[in-house]
T-cell receptor
Framework: NAGVTQTPKFQVLKTGQSMTLQCAQDMNHNSMYWYRQDPGMGLRLIYYSASEGTTDKGEVPNGYNVSRLNKREFSLRLESAAPSQTSVYFC???????????????FGEGSRLTVL | AQTVTQSQPEMSVQEAETVTLSCTYDTSESDYYLFWYKQPPSRQMILVIRQEAYKQQNATENRFSVNFQKAAKSFSLKISDSQLGDAAMYFCAYRTPGADKLIFGTGTRLQVFP
C-alpha cells in the first residue's frame, strides 16, 4: 500500500535552475497539497487542489506553480529556483469535503531541496 | 484568520514519565477538527490523535491523550509512560469541516532521556 509517493527525495539545484517535484497518491483522495517545512516555521501551505482540475494558492505560493494532472497526481514546479526555496517539501492528500470525515492528511516522505 | 500556536519550541522528558505539549488556536468557528502529528527523524508525518470540536470527551489513543478546552481554545497532548521512540517533532493542526487545508503550528521538539 504505497499511500503518497513523492519524487525525488533529494535534489540540489543552482540558482535559476528549474525543477518539478512529482507526487502521486493511490487512495482515491480528492484533495492534494504541497507544503514546505522550514526550521521554526512549521509547515506552510504552498498550493492545494481540492479536486481534479482545480488549484488554489496557499500561504506561500510565490515562486511556485502546480499542476493537478489527474486525480492521482499533483506536481510542484520551481521555474527559477532561489536560495530562499531551500526547504523540505511535503506532498499530502485527504478526502475532505464531506461532513463527518475528519479530513486528516496523509503525507509523503518529503523531498529535501537545496538551492545553491 | 485561523492560527495555531505552539509556545514550546522544545520539551524534554525522562523515559517512563509523563509530558504535556501545549497548543492553542484562534478561530471564530464552532465546528472544527484538531490534530496532533508526529514527525520522527525519518521525516515521515504520522497522525497521533484527532479531536472533533463537537465532542466534549477528550480523545485517547493508547499512551496519548488530549486535554481539549474549547472555551479556552486549547488542545494539549499528554504522553504517558514516555518511550525513547516518542522523541520527535510534534505538530498541532486545525481544520474546519469542508475546508480544504490544515493549518499547522510551528512544532515542539520532544527529547526523551533514558
Amino acid at each position: 500500500n504505497a499511500g503518497v509517493t513523492q519524487t525525488p527525495k533529494f535534489q540540489v539545484l543552482k540558482t535559476g535552475q528549474s525543477m518539478t517535484l512529482q507526487c502521486a497518491q493511490d487512495m482515491n483522495h480528492n484533495s492534494m497539497y504541497w507544503y514546505r517545512q522550514d526550521p521554526g516555521m512549521g509547515l506552510r501551505l504552498i498550493y492545494y487542489s481540492a479536486s481534479e482540475g482545480t488549484t488554489d494558492k496557499g500561504e506561500v505560493p510565490n515562486g511556485y506553480n502546480v499542476s493537478r494532472l489527474n486525480k492521482r497526481e499533483f506536481s510542484l514546479r520551481l521555474e527559477s529556483a532561489a536560495p530562499s526555496q531551500t526547504s523540505v517539501y511535503f506532498c499530502a492528500s485527504s478526502k475532505v469535503r464531506d461532513r463527518g470525515l475528519h479530513g486528516e492528511l496523509f503525507f509523503g516522505e518529503g523531498s529535501r531541496l537545496t538551492v545553491l | 484568520a485561523q492560527t495555531v500556536t505552539q509556545s514550546q519550541p522544545e520539551m524534554s522528558v525522562q523515559e517512563a514519565e509523563t509530558v504535556t505539549l501545549s497548543c492553542t488556536y484562534d478561530t471564530s468557528e464552532s465546528d472544527y477538527y484538531l490534530f496532533w502529528y508526529k514527525q520522527p527523524p525519518s521525516r515521515q508525518m504520522i497522525l497521533v490523535i484527532r479531536q472533533e470540536a463537537y465532542k466534549q470527551q477528550n480523545a485517547t489513543e493508547n499512551r496519548f491523550s488530549v486535554n481539549f478546552q474549547k472555551a479556552a481554545k486549547s488542545f494539549s497532548l499528554k504522553i504517558s509512560d514516555s518511550q525513547l521512540g516518542d522523541a520527535a517533532m510534534y505538530f498541532c493542526a486545525y481544520r474546519t469541516p469542508g475546508a480544504d487545508k490544515l493549518i499547522f503550528g510551528t512544532g515542539t521538539r520532544l527529547q526523551v532521556f533514558p
